[in-house]
């Protein structure tokens, strides 16, 4: 019979975590606080252990960290109220089985008490290979989702981030890729070393075979110098390639070679430098298709998504909107120096029934409008600006505002740029283009600061 250990200082979760438990036929044994519970691992000896995280004493953590030095391989499982991304990360990364936010749902303690079982069972039939000394790396992340879809992304990203295999992110244009690479980097092993990031779209076939691989001096016109490319500058840290699919054939050859020889050579140069770096990679096409149609290496595919995270649209995740909305506050307010610390009545229904085609980075540029606009403490209906892709157009050009595209563009940017003083780094962040376009817009509609 299989023993179970439950610790935790409020009688009445033990009381409802024994009968859940009782049912299923193990023998059960518990402890009222950390330090008790300690003991009770070294002299019961359970299979699996429950552990509350908020307790007098030693703490869920502290907790997890002790039990380790004795038993390395004894599942713990960690309880919480306070469902926060940096929790999670951390408990995982530490070595925690699973984590559950209270209140408990007894079909998932169920669940997760058998799986651990189940590990334990299969751990125990095997032969240590891998020393045990790695230490974790702890960091604390502001990532917003309390949707089942986005808690497994973020144990999963606890569980990567401590090796450098390689990931492939996948999601619609919008939900965060750049941000979970760059969680997944400075969560784990590679915090310490640079993350070099790299759009592969926005570069030519020849340019972005210099970005990536560097050049030496003479190799083509303009080379008047040595250049380091991004594998090099990111040395044992990330390199996170966004839009692969975008990336040509001849250069998707070089990037296969890369990954198999962990080697690669400067573009008109002959000596070797060693890939030290992990390789992220993102994309919001289905490079399946792309295999099949000729247009994407297969065999490169399945060396770039050693672990894949499919990242859901933000109509899958409707009820993430109301806390995304509370963080872009925060952080817009602390740019911006503003102070809106309530949202009006309708606001959070009005946003959750939107259709984001623009998923979370269209709802954060939409809250930074609002911000903008708003003359009080409040976030009101009034200030939002919903673009409602079905809209049917003006009944004649007359009835337009503007002519042509480019006459709308111009009063668009001219706009943002007013209401945020000419500050041509946030607006540019606002408009979601680089600093260097933004410059060529002002240059090409000639615009000016009043």
Not at 245 to 252: G, L, W
């Amino acid at each position: 019979m299989n023993k179970i250990l439950i610790i935790d200082d409020d009688e009445w979760n033990r009381v409802l975590m024994k009968d859940t438990l009782n049912k299923e036929g193990y023998k059960l044994v518990e402890a009222t606080d950390g330090e008790k519970g300690l003991a009770a691992v070294k002299k019961e000896n359970p299979d699996v252990v429950i552990t509350d995280y908020l307790m007098p004493g030693l703490n869920g953590l502290e907790l997890l960290s002790e039990i380790h030095k004795f038993r390395h391989n004894l599942p713990v499982i960690l309880l919480t109220g306070f469902g926060d991304v940096g929790l999670t990360i951390k408990s995982i990364q530490m070595g925690a089985f699973d984590y559950l936010e209270k209140p408990i749902n007894p079909s998932q303690l169920k669940t997760a008490v058998r799986d651990a079982l189940e590990l334990l069972k299969v751990s125990n039939n095997l032969q240590n290979i891998i020393p045990e000394d790695i230490s974790s790396v702890l960091v604390d992340n502001l990532l917003v989702g309390k949707t089942p879809q986005m808690k497994n992304i973020f144990k999963n990203i606890g569980r990567i981030s401590m090796n450098k295999v390689n990931v492939m992110i996948q999601g619609e244009t919008g939900t965060g890729k750049e941000l979970i690479a760059r969680l997944i980097h400075f969560s784990g092993i590679t915090r310490d070393n640079p993350l070099v990031v790299v759009n592969c779209s926005a570069l030519t076939e020849s340019l972005l075979e210099s970005e990536l691989f560097g050049h030496v001096k003479g190799s083509f016109t303009g080379s008047i110098r040595d250049k380091a490319g991004k594998f090099e500058q990111a040395g044992e840290g990330t390199i996170f390639l966004d839009e692969i699919s975008e990336v040509s054939m001849n250069t998707q050859v070089k990037l296969l070679r890369v990954i198999q020889e962990l080697e690669f050579e400067k573009v008109g140069g002959e000596t070797t430098i060693p890939m030290k770096a992990r390789i992220i990679t993102a994309t919001n096409k289905d490079l399946e298709e792309l295999i099949k149609q000729g247009k994407f290496r297969e065999d490169l595919y399945y060396r770039l998504k050693v672990f894949t995270i499919h990242l859901p649209p933000l109509r899958e995740r409707r009820e993430d909107i109301r806390d995304l909305v509370i963080h872009f506050l925060n952080k817009q307010n602390k740019r911006f120096n503003k102070n809106l610390n309530k949202i009006g009545e309708g606001v959070i229904e009005l946003l959750q029934k939107h259709d984001w085609q623009g998923n979370v980075r269209e709802l954060e540029n939409t809250i930074l409008q609002a911000i903008v606009m708003s003359k009080a403490d409040v976030l009101e209906k009034e200030n939002i600006t919903l673009i409602t892709r079905s809209q049917p157009v003006a009944e004649s050009p007359a009835e337009m505002p503007f002519k042509t595209l480019a006459e709308l563009e111009k009063f668009h940017i001219k706009r943002v740029l007013d209401e945020l003083k000419w500050n041509k780094q946030e607006a540019a962040g606002y408009l979601d283009i680089t600093r260097p376009t933004l410059n060529a817009k002002i240059e090409k509609y000639q615009l000016s600061q009043e």
